[in-house]
């Protein structure tokens, strides 16, 4: 569906065109058309391929979707692909933009996203003097209010490794830790494929043979591929705690098995000693010692409970139970 349609001249807005007057808009000198799309039908994109000369192949990439985030030239319209990555608990929610910048129009086509982006048009409607510079400076607010949305999503994922660092060491927890880590890790990991195919496709929009669109405004698209740098290093530093962590889980998990195993290898070495004691004097021997003492019973079970509590005492002393 349409969301707006608005044409603009030397930075300040001059009309909201019908589709079908968006021709007539872009013959004037000064002028460039701004037109947001959400989840567009194919009719939609047949007809903005029709009045601002779109690439087949970018537009049906459009239409498809599920793009991986890409940076490409058309002749003199840049097409760029970029995920909105959203925090819906317990999953992340991956959404798309697709823009289409031209000398003299942007076209931005959002699919499989709640988030707005009204808050975009109005920032650069406030500052005039940059929106002069035409479709490259709203490429370049349109990708850096993409690329901010990224912040509370790293911030939600710090937060829930935190809570999780704090039980590594809960008894009995290491098997529930572990589970939330790898789901983290795949949470991470979305955010990693939205992240780092736009760091690299971001760096020729600001260094080398920049595309003409760009021209003006390449110290713009420079501070998006710092924010994107940062965020890249941050999910980085995420994967290698979150891997150390689970290494510490699984490590946890074997102390607390071979804390178990000395438990029963202990209470086995004591009932063994029980064990001998009664095999030896339960043998049926006419001529075995003390058989005939009407003490033998009670000094026997007085040996076994002695030497029985003196390996336990023992045992206790080097934590083995």
């Not at 992340?92 to 048009?121: C, D, K, P, Q, Y």
């Not at 912040?151 to 060491?169: A, G, K, T």
């Not at 939330?180 to 991470?188: A, E, H, M, T």
């Not at 995420?238 to 195993?261: F, G, P």
Request: glycine share 6%; with cysteine.
């Amino acid at each position: 569906m349409l969301i707006n349609c608005v044409a603009y001249q030397n930075g300040t807005k001059l009309a909201e065109p019908s589709i079908e007057d968006i021709s007539e808009y872009l013959k004037q000198p000064d002028c460039f058309i701004w037109v947001a799309l959400r989840d567009a039908t194919d009719a939609e994109l047949d007809k903005m391929q029709e009045e601002f000369g779109l690439h087949d192949l970018a537009v049906e990439d459009a239409r498809h979707g599920h793009q991986r985030p890409k940076i490409e030239e058309y002749g003199e319209t840049l097409f760029v692909v970029m995920h909105l990555v959203e925090v819906e608990h317990p999953e992340l929610t991956v959404g798309e933009v697709s823009i289409f910048a031209g000398r003299n129009f942007i076209l931005s086509v959002r699919n499989r996203s709640s988030r707005s982006l009204l808050g975009v048009r109005e920032r650069c409607e406030r500052e005039p003097d940059l929106l002069r510079l035409g479709s490259g400076f709203v490429l370049y607010a349109l990708m850096d209010a993409v690329v901010d949305l990224y912040f509370p999503v790293i911030d939600e994922l710090e937060s829930q490794l935190e809570s999780i660092e704090e039980r590594l060491f809960n008894k009995g927890a290491a098997p529930t830790n572990i589970e939330q880590l790898y789901v983290l890790k795949r949470k991470v990991v979305v955010l990693k494929h939205a992240v780092t195919p736009m760091m690299e496709a971001t760096g020729k929009l600001y260094g080398g043979r920049v595309p003409q669109v760009c021209t003006t405004t390449q110290n713009y698209f420079r501070d998006v591929y710092d924010h994107l740098s940062r965020i890249n290093a941050t999910i980085d530093a995420m994967r290698d705690t979150i891997t150390t962590a689970i290494l510490v889980s699984q490590s946890t998990v074997a102390i607390e098995q071979n804390v178990i195993n000395k438990q029963l290898a202990a209470w086995a070495a004591i009932f063994a000693i029980a064990t001998v004691f009664t095999g030896i004097w339960g043998m049926n021997f006419r001529l075995m010692p003390e058989l005939q003492w009407d003490f033998g019973y009670p000094v026997a079970l007085l040996v076994i409970i002695a030497v029985c509590g003196f390996l336990y005492l023992r045992f206790k002393r080097f934590d083995w139970l």
